[in-house]
């Protein structure tokens, strides 16, 4: 088991940056991939960006503008995300898949909430 925890949410205009946390309740090594996902009103929930050892993956909607970071030491993964629009406006959610042992699990955090207006 793994809880996930989001921070760092909130109301900017567009244009502006937030960076958003997602700390874990223990190490991350046995995690193979960290993401973040996010749900706008109304819609399905999307992938925005994963992080594995291989390496990173986007959205092409946030390519450029976003950028997925983990510290295993200190069990978080980041989202730097930048010149932000109004369609970013989401509830962003942290995801972690364990697959150190068959079957592989997925665990979510409760999301938090991103509004990109003037």
């Known amino acids: 088991q793994v809880q996930l925890v989001e921070s760092g949410g909130g109301k900017v205009q567009p244009g502006g940056s937030l960076r958003l946390s997602c700390a874990a309740s223990?190490?991350?090594?046995?995690?193979?991939?960290m993401g973040w996902y996010r749900q706008a009103a109304g819609k399905e929930r999307e992938l925005v960006a994963t992080v594995t050892s291989g390496g990173t993956n986007y959205a092409d909607s946030v390519k450029g503008r976003f950028t997925i970071s983990r510290d295993n030491a200190r069990a978080t993964v980041y989202l730097e995300m930048n010149s932000l629009k109004p369609e970013d406006t989401a509830v962003y959610y942290c995801?972690?898949?364990?697959?150190?042992?068959?079957?592989?699990?997925?665990?979510w955090g409760k999301g938090i909430l991103v509004t990109v207006s003037s």
């Open positions: 995801n972690a898949v364990d697959s150190s042992n068959p079957p592989p699990m997925s665990y």
């Open positions: 223990r190490s991350l090594f046995s995690i193979n991939v």
